[in-house]
């Protein structure tokens, strides 16, 4: 039984609660053409509540899959966000939010 338990626990979904009001830097790749000699780093786009930072990935870049697909959200509170998914489902559960 205790064995049931532990498989239980690692495998249990964990939901992480997102402060939308923390200030976030909004980070984007620069496109291959874009690029000076080979530099890949992303560039600071903005720094801007995290509320915000999903609402110009989803809404503001939907015409750019590109920019879309390579954003990053850096939290000083937690893990960067990198994953358009994961930006999405945080900007759905925000449109939730507000219409409660």
């Known amino acids: 039984m205790a064995e049931a338990v532990g498989t239980f626990a690692v495998e249990s979904i964990v939901t992480v609660a997102h402060d939308l009001d923390e200030m976030v830097d909004l980070l984007a790749l620069s496109r291959p053409f874009e690029r000076s000699r080979g530099s890949t780093m992303a560039c600071k786009v903005a720094t ?3 509320r915000d930072a999903i609402a110009v990935v989803v809404e503001d ?3 750019d899959k590109f920019r879309q697909l390579s954003a ?3 939290r000083p509170s937690a893990p960067a966000i990198r994953s358009f998914d994961e930006i999405r489902r945080l900007y759905e559960a ?3 939010a507000n219409a409660s």
Do not use: K, Q
Request: no cysteine; hydrophobic share 65%; proline share 8%.
């Open 72 to 74: 990053v959200i850096v």
């Open 94 to 96: 925000a449109e939730t």
């Open 48 to 50: 801007l509540p995290l």
């Open 61 to 63: 870049w939907a015409d």
